[in-house]
């Protein structure tokens, strides 16, 4: 019995945010590989969500990405954190040629209160997934990101990338000394098309993803 309310617990603040913070791994590891921004040598093959995916063997790409991750972790923890973006620039114009937006919603109440085993049943609660739906629901983003090649215009010139981290505006809010205000890279109007991605939702967070890119004069 003690073994099937365990395994009936809704997923926590914490193990959402562990599948969210490894969701943009993986998924900022695809990007790149797909989009051509790395070579593709320097990626090896591993398997998650029932896909292979593809990662990055770059010593100093992964400490870039850890560093990164583990604030964005952190800020996940706090709900403060509602946007992730992946901006690919072009290195000899400096101009954005994709921008990967991540949008997230965090549900307070889900924090604040919390299901309790064994407890009363909240009326018109939704229910509560587990950790395989949404593995399933981030499976079919993947699949996305992976055929992305179909219909975004082929980078053919030397890209760079880089991340930025949107935050509730609030003085609450810890920025460490190497983080900063930072250009949008928003593509201009009228050169842009938008494609709305699959989103996938824990009990907590909810994800929303879309790719902007730029298009010919």
């Known amino acids: 019995m003690a073994q099937k309310q365990r395994t009936n617990q809704a997923i926590t603040l914490k193990g959402s945010t562990a599948l969210v913070t490894e969701f943009f791994e993986y998924g900022v590891n695809s990007i790149l590989y797909q989009r051509g921004v790395y070579p593709s040598d320097d990626f090896r093959m591993v398997k998650k969500y029932g896909l292979p995916m593809l990662v990055t063997g770059d010593d100093n790409l992964k400490e870039y990405l850890s560093t990164i991750l583990s604030q964005v972790q952190e800020w996940l923890l706090s709900s403060s954190i509602n946007r992730l973006v992946l901006a690919i620039k072009s290195i000899e114009t400096g101009e954005t040629l994709e921008r990967w937006q991540f949008d997230i919603h965090t549900d307070e109440s889900a924090i604040n209160n919390p ?60 920025i460490p000394a190497t983080w900063g205000d930072a250009d949008p890279h928003l593509i201009d109007r009228g050169k842009v098309e938008q494609v709305r991605l699959r989103s996938f939702s824990t009990n907590v967070h909810s994800l929303e993803a879309m790719v902007a890119y730029r298009v010919g004069e």
Not at 145 to 160: G, K, M, Q
């Open 115 to 174: 299901s309790l085993p064994g407890g009363p049943k909240q009326q018109g609660k939704k229910k509560e997934k587990t950790e395989k739906e949404v593995q399933g629901e981030i499976r079919e983003i993947m699949k996305q990101i992976t055929s992305s090649v179909t219909f975004l215009p082929i980078l053919e010139e030397e890209c760079t990338f880089t991340l930025l981290a949107y935050t509730n505006d609030s003085s609450d809010v810890p």
